[in-house]
């Protein structure tokens, strides 16, 4: 059993940075790959991007590929995303995931509550 709970989310302008952060507890956080996904209002919840147990692989979705980079520390029990150049179509409540390596949201048990991003044109 892990918790997480995500933060850093809010309001920025288009073209701007973000960073979320995941915090955990529980279960050991090596255990699992973490990812990031997202939900926008009348979407499907969606990957962003995932990282292996030791930092070592990431995997990312098209959309976001170049953009946004996915880190962990390992020693905090925290997971980042950092976000840059930021378009409208990022909007979204964000959330963090702790289960298997992919993009399948199946694949992740554990979930946060997630953040709200909000992305003005």
């Known amino acids: 059993q892990v918790q997480l709970v995500e933060s850093g989310g809010g309001l920025v302008q288009a073209g701007g940075s973000l960073r979320l952060s995941c915090a955990a507890s529980?279960?050991?956080?090596?255990?699992?790959?973490l990812g990031w996904f997202r939900q926008a209002p009348g979407k499907e919840r969606e990957f962003v991007a995932t990282?292996?147990?030791?930092?070592?692989?990431?995997l990312y979705a098209t959309s976001v590929k170049g953009r946004f980079t996915v880190s962990r520390d390992n020693a905090k029990n925290t997971l980042y995303l950092q976000m840059s150049m930021l378009k409208p179509e990022d909007t979204a409540v964000y959330y963090c995931?702790?289960?298997?390596?992919?993009?399948?949201?199946?694949?992740?048990?554990?979930w946060g509550q997630g953040t709200q991003v909000t992305i003005s044109s």
């Open positions: 995931a702790a289960g298997n390596y992919g993009s399948n949201s199946q694949n992740y048990p554990y």
């Open positions: 529980g279960r050991t956080f090596t255990t699992y790959t």
């Open positions: 990282i292996t147990r030791s930092g070592g692989r990431t």
